[in-house]
């Protein structure tokens, strides 16, 4: 019998497939059903302080090989998003909420206020298509520093941060990280993209800058866990155009213990999450292995 | 399946009230009634439109001014280019053999493919036309045209009977033996439909409107109920899952996520 079980800091996933920030988690009807269709845990939209509309249509593109979008952090703000989180308090499945800001008291602000609803946090340092969240200061060693240590300090939850692999060295920030307290690494975010129409002459986003996921990014995505493998000794989660069982074996063979799929649920559907942890039991009964922890970093050895 | 943006000339553009417009360009493939696109009006926005107008090669879109977006898109002219990505989502079954369509306000360029689909299918087909005003109408003559048995209300009585489209409904309901209703227009006008034919035998679906931005399944801005997406789930959802959807006919949810209550 295989064993996708994994624990990830002081979390335990009955599998390592993670839903994505960003995608179907603005309400607790869709965590719930994602959690039902056999995700092993979930991440919240990213959350504010205050409602925020997000970028003007059109915020997604599709291209051959990914998808481009520029959503722009659009999220209810923190006290309408506690009532999600309310009914999900009874639900059964581990939920991750995923925080942005511009300054570390936002981020302790929204975690204290999220913290009886949630069993870690993420923290979106991450985001290339928000002017002074996200990349903006995550990019920043000593920024991501200074909100991580904070978080970490308010919180008796495990906190995760959530960085870009548009950095000049992603080890750094990940170092940083894990000094500053973090209990794991999510990477890679979207990376920083546009489109233009032929036809138009124009581009295509209503932000015209956005951010790319799907297919084409999953080779960095892999490097940087690899990298950061190599450098930090806490948990990573890979993320980056997930969408096969052998895409995210890939990834933990880099060093991730475990994987977040977003886009993959464009082609797939809901139950892509199923999907990839029955190709995943097969890869690993066709290749005589037991447990997927034996899997994490075997690209190093 | 790939729906990348297809830009397209506008071939035709036809006035129906003072404040409502069709617009007919050439989309190559194929739309099933009810299904919808996402039209960019490229510089202004992006919005869902359900196809009003299926004729080969030829779509339509009817739509009234609502908004920044609408109103750019009713300033477009022939030859001006739109990009269009889809078609997204499922229309009405169409299932049973005398079928009720009741459309309010734009909800017939909505329900009108529909329409003409099961008139061609040699169907029974009665349709309630519901409106504010008489000026407010289109697509009547349409109807007319495809021999569709049409009842037209409006709130002032200023044409046909006088009255909200749901109780001309109810009228029919009663009086008639209909297989199925089939319905588009204002939400708590559908979910009045709806607690009419909740305990009758009879298939009902509603056609759900809902803020979009992906329009693809991904984003969960239109998600309904326990997680059922408007883009691909919807827009039309059966008797048995509106029951689920708990926001039917009480929010929906604006640009942020936040809910609106609709008024009671």
Redesign the interface.
Known sequence: MVDLSTKIGSLSLPNPTILAS??????S??????LDSGAGAVVT?SIGLK????H????????DHG?L?A?GL????IN??LEELKEMKSYKGIIIGSIFGSISEDFVYIARKMSSFVDAFELNLSCPHAKGYGLEIGQNPSFVAEITKTVTDSVSQPVFVKLSAQVNDISKIGIAAEKAGSAGIVAINTLKAMSI?L??E?P?L?NILGGYSGEAIKPIGVRSVFELYRHVTIPIIGVGGITTGEDAIEYIMAGASGVQI??A???R??NVFKQICNEIKNWMSDHDYDSITDLIGVAHQ | MTHKIYTTKILKTIIETNNVKTILFKHPDSINPGEFYMIWIPDVDEIPMSVSIINSDIKGITFRIVGEATEALYQKTINDKIGIRGPYGNGFSLDGNKILFVAGGTGIAMIFPAVAHTVKQGKEVSVIVGAKTKKELFFIQRLKQINANVYVTTDDGTEGFKGFATQKAEELIADQNFDSVFTCGPEMMMKSLYQICDSKDIIFEASLERYMKCGAGLCGQCVVGNGLRVCVEGPVFSKSKLKEIKDFGVFNRDASGKKTYFHQ
């Open positions: 960003g995608i179907m988690d603005e309400d009807g869709s965590m719930k059903r994602i939209k409602p925020r509309a997000g003007p249509n059109p915020t997604f593109v599709e291209l998808i979008n959503m659009p999220n209810p703000g309408a998003y129409n036809d138009l124009t295509v209503g977003g886009t649920l464009y082609h559907g809901v």
